[in-house]
């Protein structure tokens, strides 16, 4: 894995290829102030400018510099170096008459590699110097929480069944003083019986498990984060096609994302009681499998009628908010990767965000905007709920008919949230279809760097 630490230097004065930041704008007129050999060697390349295109300037001796467009060499955005950081020679660099402020990230995002399957010699680091060095320690937190959720995800269950969750949460609690506790196998039966009918399928090669991990002094406010794991998604007896299940080692999105906002809460000492819960199941097909129509009474008491067993995420989700609940916390963010339809309705760039207070949606979609990590709010539309109905049970788990559908899971979930916490949801895709500069065709962190933004607005006044 790559070292992020290593990526990012304070700049002394150290040797290093100069970096000339130039837009479409002012390309002409920089042009003219470069050599004859500078001004050929972007002709050969075509450079004229353009974002994300870069060309090598001849020095001498065995010098060399970079130029590279950019939208607003005023203003530079996460992104903005990301493309050379993937395809720059291994060394050190400096922009010249530029700072790199917020691009760090995109400098370290840009040498992610998943290259745990390939027989592949690593490739040497592309190091920046950077005139903000009380910047660097945050932005290496970021690159690795970032690496983490990408890895989580793209590995596969083979590699990454609910053991591999537990073993996540392991690390974590011991790195950073923490305590973990696991619910597994029938022992769900009696206390997380939505956990159990989920998981059960798969009880002999990956039980099912609900994996908690508490941190922080206790009389600090209380923090819960929840995240959707199921490590492998076949639909259950409602069996996905072959193309729908083909991505389902991803569906484990939302326990990649609390696991690594846990640990970024927990890194930076946010004084808060954390309590992470990741209910850890893989969705299979055996004799004792979820049944269409199955009735099943939740943690809470609350009956729920089992619609469609592809709608599984919200009920490992259901019984672990409810455990949340019973800790009192002040404040429950849960991730999960959850619905087609947030997908139809945002793509897969912009997670989709419910929240019950308004100050709480408004100041993750700011922490979104300064961390350029954009996040969406939908609607907690209460008048859908007449569609989660159900003439045997309290509810069902899937509403019929197309309508709405990440509202409506949404508003399941909202039956089992905590009525006295504020509450966030984000119904995240954890995927990058196709590739950009620094982001990677694969698992994908979305909502997480604006929620850990929130996060230390909200509790780092309080240290």
Request: charged share 25%; proline share 6%; glycine share 10%.
């Amino acid at each position: 894995m790559t070292d992020y630490s290593k990526l990012l230097r304070p700049d002394n004065g150290q040797t290093a290829h100069a970096i000339h930041l130039v837009g479409t704008d002012g390309f002409e007129a920089w042009a003219k102030t470069r050599s004859a050999a500078e001004r050929a060697a972007m002709a050969a390349n075509k450079f004229k400018g353009e974002g994300y295109s870069y060309a090598i300037l001849p020095g001498e001796g065995d010098t060399w510099a970079v130029v590279a467009g950019v939208a607003n060499p005023d203003d530079l955005s996460s992104w903005c170096l990301a493309k050379l950081a993937e395809c720059l020679p291994a060394g050190t660099y400096r922009l010249v008459e530029a700072s790199p402020g917020p691009a760090i990230f995109g400098w370290m995002m840009g040498q992610y590699k998943f290259d745990r399957y390939l027989d592949k010699e690593p490739e040497g680091p592309r190091v920046l110097l950077t005139d903000q060095p009380v910047k660097i320690d945050e932005a290496v937190m970021l690159a690795e929480a970032t690496a983490l959720v990408r890895t989580l995800v793209n590995t596969p269950p083979v590699d990454c069944g609910p053991p591999a969750l537990e073993a996540e949460a392991e690390r974590i609690a011991k790195d950073h003083g923490g305590t973990v506790e696991v619910t597994r196998g029938d022992a769900l039966k009696t206390g997380y019986p939505l956990i159990h009918a989920v998981g059960q399928a798969a009880m002999r090669d990956h039980a099912p498990r609900l994996i908690e991990l508490r941190w922080g002094r206790e009389d600090h406010p209380r923090l819960a984060i929840v995240g959707k794991g199921v490590v492998f998604d076949s639909g259950g007896l409602d069996v996905k096609s072959s193309t729908g299940m083909r991505l389902m080692k991803k569906d484990m999105g939302g326990s990649a994302h609390a696991l690594t906002l846990a640990e970024l809460v927990m890194k930076a000492r946010l004084p808060v009681r954390l309590h992470m819960l990741v209910p850890a199941v893989e969705n299979a097909i055996s004799g004792n499998a979820l049944r269409p129509g199955d009735i099943i009474t939740a943690r809470s008491g609350l009956t729920v009628e089992i619609d469609n067993t592809d709608a599984e995420g919200r009920l490992i989700l259901a019984d672990a908010l409810t455990k949340a609940g019973e800790d009192d916390p002040e404040l429950v963010i849960d991730f999960a990767t959850l619905t087609g339809a947030a997908r139809v309705a945002l793509g897969p760039d912009l997670p989709a965000l419910f929240a019950t207070h308004d100050a709480l949606a408004d100041g993750l979609i700011a922490g979104g905007k300064a961390e350029d990590d954009p996040v969406w709010r939908l609607p907690l539309w209460d008048g859908y709920t007449e569609m989660l109905s159900s003439d045997i049970a309290d509810c069902v788990n899937s509403a019929s008919g197309g309508f709405a559908g990440s509202i409506t899971a949404a508003l399941f979930l909202k039956k089992f949230a905590p009525a006295n916490a504020e509450w966030a949801h984000f119904d995240t895709f954890a995927w990058r279809p196709a590739p950009k500069p620094g982001r990677p065709k694969g698992g994908e962190a979305l909502g997480l760097r604006a929620s850990f933004s929130y996060l230390k607005l909200r509790y780092e006044s309080k240290k």
